[in-house]
């Protein structure tokens, strides 16, 4: 890539916007030049997934799933679905009521448009160019347009953010990321220290703000438990760097209206979290590889299934020593340039003569988040972990990194570039020495992070099996309490009339492996298909020629309303595998199962409503502000 442009745009684009000179075509085109940039080397850290195909990473089948799932519900008319069908081998489960719905709505969007075996690849495409972009507006605030745009193609050349690109495919965590850079830049921004607190603190970014907390949120549940408690750290911070209460009031004001704009998915998903096994998801049941003690720094288990999770662990360990590393090598390279501000100050750079300094309070709070995500993945930190509610949803401690990209970014680029009077071999030769560095970064994660494990199935077999109706695994922490995901059978019909309610439907072949029905078993005494069927209503007509039970391909939830010949009726008891049973007499057996809006759910949309309102109203209040 020519980054020769990034290290020496600064100086023209500074004469281009000097008082009293008109912009021309070519200002505009240099300025541009920047964000162009950041999208070129987007597409080049994407470019393995077009040339290799899609990356089948520890998240890669849910994605693609979830995908598949709420775009079939799209076509049945259900603008925001809460059911996913294809988990648990077509027994579905309340995926959509837990899991944020930007990314899935996001990837079921590009599926429409474009074949899936593309996807994958514009989908982190355009999460890395947005994380790029981000981290560009936020060094602008601070740095020269050339800095600015090296720190945000640092950013997505961070080990990191390939990391999750390649061997994680965490697209939500990639989603959430690109609005981690924008929310320190509008915590931290302060326009005009002169004016009064409310007009301090409402001076155009508490809006931003609040649309940025809550798109943390829709995106990824970690990444808003992250923002949140990043939101309040800079506050405080900056409220004691500048003497003034004013970044708490907009952290305040921001917090409540965008959390409250986000509660049509968050009060539904915290609600609703009684009705399923979440504690799986943190580790505390299930999996031990998802608690906060085994996942620290340079781990060493012995048996498994720990001693399998440490070997991404030995690959994230040295991402997390090197990035924080580079953050700190840059901040003494600062030091030893002299571009470190020590007295009061403004937010924006110091201007000396051709060269700058960042202000006191931009460089500690930049130079403080690497230090406390150190703290938060070494031993020491447990108690922090114990204490601060919701945080222990992580699982795991480096997924802190994600707030570290855009500080280490920022500190590099200020760091490395040329003051503004160097000379042009000087730029170039940093400009080269940049473009090699993110190339062999880029070169390191490929072949260390990009994997197409037989464990996983690629692309085409799970486009396969959702078009044949196999069906998936389901998510443990997404089961109904007291089931087991292990016990669903492979194969079933949709309606089976079984003597008991707990009749084990499948056999498996042998210890340990997925039971799969068969006719032959003779655990039904009659099957029958569903009628009219879609992701969120169900319609069954059978003859039972003895009384039993119905036994539907459905896992149980309280939002299911089930009426049988008309009446409505309650779920037997809880069966092992989850799968809804109903009692019935002997005779004609008409079984209709809709999904209904639960009392949360209509809270959580009044309370999005509110919060709508709320946005509203203050983005006038700042408009009038700004304009006072």
């Known amino acids: 890539m020519a980054y020769s442009s990034v290290v020496t745009n600064s100086s023209r684009e500074e004469r281009d916007q000097a008082p009293g000179k008109p912009t021309s075509a070519a200002a505009g085109l240099e300025r541009s030049r920047g964000p162009a940039l950041v999208v070129l080397a987007a597409l080049v850290g994407a470019a393995p997934i077009w040339l290799h195909g899609a990356a089948t990473g520890d998240d890669f089948e849910f994605h693609l799933v979830s995908w598949l799932n709420a775009q079939l519900s799209w076509l049945h008319g259900i603008g925001y679905p809460h059911w996913a069908v294809s988990p648990n081998f077509g027994a579905g489960e309340a995926r959509f009521v837990f899991y944020p719905p930007l990314s899935w709505m996001l990837g079921a969007?590009?599926?429409?448009?474009?074949?899936?075996?593309l996807v994958p690849f514009a989908l982190a495409f355009l999460l890395l160019a947005s994380t790029g972009l981000a981290t560009r507006a936020l060094a602008r605030e601070y740095l020269p347009a050339g800095a600015a745009t090296l720190a945000g193609c640092a950013a997505i050349f961070s080990s990191y953010a390939l990391f999750s690109t390649y061997f994680r495919t965490a697209f939500?965590?990639?989603?959430?990321?690109?609005?981690?850079?924008?929310?320190?830049?509008?915590?931290?921004?302060?326009?005009?220290?002169?004016?009064?607190?409310?007009?301090?603190?409402?001076?155009?970014?508490?809006?931003?703000?609040?649309?940025?907390?809550?798109?943390?949120?829709?995106?990824?549940?970690?990444?808003?438990?992250?923002?949140?408690?990043?939101?309040?750290?800079?506050?405080?911070?900056?409220?004691?760097?500048?003497?003034?209460?004013?970044?708490?009031?907009?952290?305040a004001v921001a917090c409540a209206l965008g959390l409250a704009l986000t509660g049509f998915y968050l009060i539904p998903a915290a609600w609703e979290q009684r009705w399923v096994e979440i504690r799986q998801a943190t580790g505390v049941e299930g999996d031990p590889g998802l608690k906060i003690e085994n996942n620290w720094l340079f781990p060493h288990h012995a048996g498994p299934p720990l001693s399998t999770r440490d070997q991404a662990m030995h690959l994230v360990a040295p991402v997390a020593v090197g990035m924080i590393a580079v953050a700190a090598l840059s901040l003494l390279t600062l030091w030893m340039r002299g571009r470190l501000a020590s007295g009061k100050g403004a937010s924006l750079p110091v201007r000396i003569g051709q060269n700058w300094k960042l202000a006191r309070r931009t460089w500690i709070l930049l130079a403080s988040i690497p230090a406390a995500v150190l703290f938060l993945l070494l031993p020491i930190s447990l108690p922090v972990w114990d204490l601060l509610p919701n945080l222990r949803f992580l699982q795991f401690p480096w997924r802190w990194l994600l707030v570290v990209e855009a500080p280490m970014a920022?500190?590099?680029?200020?760091?490395?570039?040329?003051?503004?009077?160097?000379?042009?071999?000087?730029?170039?030769?940093?400009?080269?020495?940049?473009?090699?560095?993110?190339?062999?970064?880029?070169?390191?994660?490929?072949?260390?992070?990009?994997?197409?494990?037989?464990?996983?199935?690629?692309?085409?077999?799970?486009?396969?099996?959702?078009?044949?109706?196999?069906?998936?695994?389901?998510?443990?922490?997404?089961?109904?309490?007291?089931?087991?995901?292990?016990?669903?059978?492979?194969?079933?019909?949709?309606?089976?009339?079984?003597?008991?309610?707990?009749?084990?439907?499948?056999?498996?072949?042998?210890p340990g492996a997925t039971p799969r029905w068969q006719p032959d078993q003779h655990s039904c005494m009659a099957t029958a298909a569903g009628q009219g069927r879609d992701p969120e209503h169900w319609r069954v007509q059978m003859s039972a020629a003895h009384a039993g039970f119905v036994i539907l391909r459905l896992r149980s939830y309280p939002a299911w309303r089930i009426s049988l010949n008309g009446h409505e009726v309650a779920d037997s008891e809880a069966r092992v595998d989850g799968l809804i049973s109903v009692p019935v007499a002997r005779g004609p057996v008409d079984l209709a199962v809709d999904w209904r809006s639960t009392p949360d759910v209509l809270a959580g949309r009044g309370v999005s409503a509110?919060?709508?309102?709320?946005?509203?109203?203050?983005?006038?209040?700042?408009?009038?502000?700004?304009?006072?």
Do not use: K
Request: with cysteine.
């Open 410 to 510: 920022l500190l590099f680029a200020a760091a490395v570039v040329p003051r503004l009077g160097a000379v042009r071999r000087q730029r170039r030769m940093v400009a080269l020495l940049c473009t090699l560095g993110f190339a062999a970064s880029a070169a390191f994660a490929t072949t260390h992070f990009f994997r197409v494990d037989v464990q996983y199935d690629d692309l085409a077999t799970i486009l396969a099996r959702q078009t044949s109706g196999t069906g998936f695994i389901g998510t443990d922490e997404y089961a109904p309490l007291g089931a087991d995901n292990s016990t669903v059978a492979m194969g079933l019909p949709d309606a089976c009339l079984a003597r008991d309610f707990d009749t084990e439907l499948g056999v498996a072949p042998e």
């Open 109 to 117: 969007a590009l599926g429409l448009a474009l074949p899936w075996a």
């Open 610 to 628: 509110l919060g709508l309102m709320g946005l509203i109203c203050l983005g006038v209040m700042e408009h009038r502000y700004r304009r006072g």
């Open 172 to 251: 939500a965590e990639l989603a959430g990321g690109c609005f981690i850079p924008l929310l320190l830049l509008f915590a931290c921004r302060d326009r005009d220290p002169r004016q009064a607190l409310w007009r301090r603190a409402l001076d155009g970014s508490a809006l931003a703000l609040a649309l940025v907390l809550a798109g943390c949120w829709l995106s990824d549940a970690p990444v808003g438990v992250m923002s949140s408690y990043l939101l309040a750290a800079v506050a405080v911070a900056g409220a004691v760097a500048a003497r003034s209460w004013f970044p708490v009031l907009r952290a």
